[in-house]
């Protein structure tokens, strides 16, 4: 590949003046952020009176950070960014057989990496030590991804910008243990039941909501998130309200049970007992049911459906005058959408075992929402790029107790989890506004290049 060479840049004398004008700013504003947020912390003394602890040196951590990292910003990241542009532009980048093979062959090797994820991690810690990676690295990642590509439909592909999508969340979770409890239905019919209940509500919301658009949009979205978990929480006598619902009904595999009963895998199988088994077959499930969201997506994408649906996002005027049904375009994008985060909602329960309200609160939609932004909106590889970042680095968080050594015993990373998302989110936006991986490419193509003939280029007609 033709490696591009970019001269070193070199700060000039008003690009140091401005970095430093710009540091004093970004850090007189974070020091007003933050004083309050991290400066001050409360606490009880012996007498059980309620103080006020400084934290001075956490807070002076803050804003050095945001003033030394505006200046380099300012002198030495934006012209070399600059500088880099200008020499891709001049440049035309050879693509070698290597990178047009990983590119040709990408999804591949990521489907086969996920297909031995599970036997890796068991080979490396352990049965007993794989239950946190394939768990906390491997299932809650897949099930934010899955629900992230059905947010893709609603708001990537049709531009239709829902805050309340964790609602249809709820409404699988709950349908799955609600028929489960008083039906005794096995999971693999609830599953497909749970879809179909949560694209219908999708069909509900979608009728109030069509003649709205952007911020009026997202109100109405965000309300109907809200009107759910208010429901769940006050109508104790089907929900049983704050208390949730427990003992729900775990999923199977051809009817063998993942339990300590002579049926169950483990001893069908002669294996010493362990809760290991259930959440690798839990792992497989839900990559099974993220390459079915991803394969729909694509095939939808393809059809005349998909396209109206890019139609609508790029401009609801102009697709109403080619004569597109927005009526029906933006019931089936709220309706395919709700319908797998119902499927989510499903796996969710039946993983848990355990549902509540407190699971489907705004800010579970929010970050959905954010992993959808982060990695470019309509673009699958991107938002599943932007769930491994975004809910393996909270998972890793957890595991970095080194950070209480240099902020104190009384840190906790889990606190500062959405200052991390909005910081990630700030940076994401400056460097690469359309996400990691963001494109607004066709879906339909010419077969081969045409040159356009000079009459077409006349005044009056180009």
């Known amino acids: 590949m033709a490696e591009t060479t970019i001269s070193t840049v070199k700060p000039e004398g008003n690009l140091v003046q401005r970095g430093l004008k710009e540091g004093l700013f970004a850090g007189a504003i974070s020091l007003g952020l933050f004083v309050l947020f991290v400066g001050l912390k409360t606490d009880q003394n012996m007498q059980n009176e309620l103080i006020l602890v400084p934290r001075w040196g956490l807070l002076a951590i803050f804003v050095i950070v945001a003033a030394v990292g505006r200046f380099l910003s300012i002198v030495f990241l934006q012209p070399w960014l600059a500088a880099r542009k200008a020499a891709k532009a001049e440049e035309v980048k050879a693509v070698t057989e290597e990178e047009g093979f990983f590119r040709k062959h990408f999804n591949k090797i990521a489907i086969a990496a996920l297909v031995l994820y599970p036997p890796i991690v068991l080979s490396l810690v352990g049965v007993q030590g794989s239950l946190k990676f394939v768990d906390n690295f491997g299932i809650q990642i897949l099930i934010y991804v899955m629900l992230a590509w059905g947010l893709n439909i609603v708001v990537g592909l049709a531009g239709l910008l829902d805050l309340g999508y964790v609602a249809f969340y709820a409404v699988g979770a709950y349908s799955y243990a609600l028929l489960s ?5 096995s999971f693999w019919v609830l599953l497909p039941v749970a879809g179909i209940l949560a694209a219908l509500w999708g069909v509900i919301l979608g009728f109030p909501v069509l003649r709205l658009r952007g911020d009026y949009l997202a109100i109405v979205t965000l309300a109907f998130g809200e009107i759910i978990r208010l429901v769940l929480i006050n109508w104790t006598e089907v929900t049983k309200g704050t208390f949730g619902i427990s003992g729900i009904q775990k999923a199977t595999l051809f009817g063998i049970k993942f339990d300590a009963s002579p049926e169950g895998f483990a001893r069908m199988f002669g294996l010493p007992m362990s809760s290991a088994y259930y959440k690798i077959f839990l792992f497989y499930l839900i990559l099974a049911l993220c390459l079915l969201t991803a394969y729909v997506t694509i095939r939808l994408r393809r059809m005349p459906i998909g396209r109206a649906w890019e139609a609508l996002r790029e401009d609801e005027i102009a697709c109403r005058s080619l004569g597109i049904n927005t009526v029906t375009t933006k019931l089936t994008a709220f309706a395919t959408g709700a319908m797998f985060g119902g499927f989510a909602g499903s796996f969710f329960a039946a993983r848990q075992g355990f549902v509540s309200p407190e699971s489907f609160v705004f800010l579970e939609s929010a970050v959905i929402l954010a992993i959808v932004v982060l990695g470019g909106m309509g673009s699958l590889v991107g938002i599943a790029v932007a769930a491994v970042v975004m809910v393996g680095g909270t998972e890793l968080l957890r595991e970095m107790q080194f950070l209480k050594m240099i902020f104190g015993p009384d840190f906790t990373p889990e606190l500062y989890r959405m200052l991390i998302f909005g910081l990630a989110m700030v940076i ?28 077409f280029t006349k005044e009056g007609h180009g």
């Open 428 to 455: 994401v936006m400056i460097f690469k506004p359309r996400g990691f991986v963001g494109s607004r490419e066709p879906t339909a193509f010419l077969k081969e290049r045409r040159a356009i003939s000079g009459s």
């Open 181 to 185: 409890m008083h039906f005794g239905l």
